[in-house]
């Protein structure tokens, strides 16, 4: 039996530059944050041919053309299983549609297990680039390519998206005490509202193709925002890198009527409201986890309570997609 996993993330600056639709204009760059929740896959060959698939449900098919699940079936497509069997199944800690780029660390989780399998081995940078190439390319979903990239590598890292579609990445050079900072300072809620990241994209995606300004103007000025909070980061400044997630979100809720609502908006003003420097929605919008950064946490934690909202605690996660048993 193979057993990988590859951790989720929080959206840290940036996010949307990450789509081709902008970066192949102007450059794209995210900050993104690895966190210790994760999408696992377990890989072990049955006693009998055929595919056999779980997940949120059960695929039993003979060939890969059958195959249901999109992701599985164009990443089983890239390994020769024909007159094989082979089982796989997903499990996570946060359920897909809230944000936290599942998608992106699905497939990779999914193609470590399938290379570490058939005895290949694969680094992060391929491993982030082939997991693009599945979701952006062939299966042509209008999202990024944050979420493969930081579920690759893992860390607090950033993440510049040239024109050529080629991809840089660097691990922040953070102290230590800004890193506990950050973990005991980032509150993170649950809305409550589970939505698809792709029909959110979509929007943003055609007017950037469209070079519609409003959006681009948006775009320029959340990857400003994004390098701003890189900025705060490094020079240890927790409360600024707040204050520039506030303003991030203002302009992340303009880009579309479909990335905010008035229960996420009550629910981020009583925040503010309650000790929040600053924070956002994570992920495209819609729903999923609203991300605070607290200076009165006891405070804001009841309030989020009393709206309903759970809280998920988390740390950083620094060591990407890996295997834990082959």
Do not use: C
Request: glycine residues 10%; hydrophobic residues 35%.
């Amino acid at each position: 039996m193979i057993i990988t996993r590859s951790p989720l993330r929080v959206s840290l600056g940036g996010g949307g530059t990450d789509l081709k639709s902008y970066y192949s204009q102007y450059e794209g760059f995210v900050l993104a944050g690895a966190i210790d929740k994760y999408v696992y896959v377990t890989v072990m060959t049955p006693f009998q041919e055929g595919i056999f698939l779980k997940y949120s449900e059960i695929e039993k098919v003979l060939n890969i053309n059958q195959v249901r699940h999109p992701i599985f079936r164009e990443t089983l497509r890239l390994f020769d299983f024909q007159g094989k069997g082979i089982e796989i199944t997903s499990l996570a800690d946060i359920p897909s549609g809230t944000g936290l780029g599942s998608s992106g660390s699905f497939t990779t989780a999914l193609l470590k297990a399938l290379n570490t399998h058939t005895r290949k081995n694969i680094h992060h940078q391929e491993l982030a680039e082939l997991a693009s190439h599945i979701e952006v390319e062939v299966l042509k979903e209008p999202i990024g390519k944050q979420d493969q990239y930081i579920s690759a590598f893992g860390g607090i890292s950033e993440f510049t998206f040239h024109k050529d579609g080629s991809v840089s990445s660097h691990a922040l050079d953070l102290s230590s005490e800004t890193i506990y900072d950050l973990e005991d300072n980032l509150l993170l809620f649950f809305t409550g509202i589970s939505r698809s990241a792709s029909e959110i994209l979509r929007d943003q995606n055609e007017k950037s193709t469209k070079n519609d300004l409003d959006m681009l103007e948006n775009l320029h000025v959340i990857k400003s925002l994004g390098i701003k909070s890189k900025e705060a980061l490094l020079s240890g400044d927790t409360n600024k890198f707040g204050e520039i997630m506030h303003e991030h979100w203002e302009f992340k809720k303009s880009r579309s009527s479909g990335i905010s609502n008035s229960f996420i908006n009550d629910a981020y003003n009583l925040g503010i409201e309650s000790g929040a420097v600053g924070g956002k929605l994570v992920g495209a919008g819609g729903g999923g986890f609203l991300l605070f950064y607290a200076n009165d946490k006891e405070n804001l934690r009841k309030t989020m309570a009393s709206l309903g909202l759970q809280e998920v605690r988390f740390k950083f996660d620094f060591e990407g997609t890996k295997v834990l048993l082959s």
